[in-house]
T-cell receptor, first 112, second 112 residues
């Protein structure tokens, strides 16, 4: 049982480049979310989805897009990378809201 | 808006008890959580408490909830060096799909 799988684990981008962070879960969870973790700021919610075809914005959505075409996958797209997006990104899933959230191992992104 | 506050650092000696404190603002939260993050890893759920409970005990962990003061604490008895990690308090926002709002995290350092 793989749980929540994020790829890549590390990435360096140049300012202005675009890329997609992948997240997949094999637990048939309806609720998925993306967070960014910055020193001294905890985790901040970027986007979330309560089921396939449904997405919504979190606290810090600017500069990011998401889609949820299947229950399993929830990719996060950076449209035009900026140094302020240097962070560690975590994907999480849960069976439904208010149940235990399972986290991926994170993607460490550096934008130069 | 919603806010969750934690102190950033705590240092204890092996065998002592650790108490990590958290305050939150949203009085409608149904669940409050404690997550643990070890270096280079994602977050793992340690324990959670329903908002209608005052206390929950789970082996070495005791969670205390004071709803009137919106204060949550996590006590770790007989703290071990393996407990060294960052501990995050989180509340779920019921009227926003149960999204999780995290505190900044408390880095627990256990000295032998």
């Amino acid at each position: 049982n793989a749980g929540v799988t994020q790829t890549p684990k590390f990435q360096v981008l140049k300012t202005g480049q675009s890329m997609t962070l992948q997240c997949a879960q094999d637990m048939n969870h309806e609720y998925m979310s993306w967070y960014r973790q910055d020193p001294g700021m905890g985790l901040r919610l970027i986007h979330y989805s309560v089921g396939a075809g449904i997405t919504d914005q979190g606290e810090v959505p600017n500069g990011y897009n998401v889609s949820r075409s299947t229950t399993e996958d929830f990719p996060l797209r950076l449209l035009s990378a900026a140094p302020s997006q240097t962070s560690v990104y975590f994907c999480a899933s849960s069976f439904q809201v208010n149940t235990e959230a399972f986290f991926g191992q994170g993607t460490r992104l550096t934008v130069v | 808006g919603e806010d969750v506050e934690q102190s950033l650092f705590l240092s204890v000696r092996e065998g002592d008890s650790s108490v990590i404190n958290c305050t939150y603002t949203d009085s409608s939260s149904t669940y409050l959580y404690w997550y643990k993050q070890e270096p280079g890893a994602g977050l793992q759920l340690l324990t959670y408490i329903f908002s209608n409970m005052d206390m929950k005990q789970d082996q070495r962990l005791t969670v205390l909830l004071n709803k009137k003061d919106k204060h949550l604490s996590l006590r770790i008895a007989d703290t071990q060096t393996g407990d060294s990690a960052i501990y995050f308090c989180a509340e779920s926002i019921d009227n926003q799909g149960g999204k999780l709002i995290f505190g900044q995290g408390t880095e627990l350092s256990v000295k032998p």
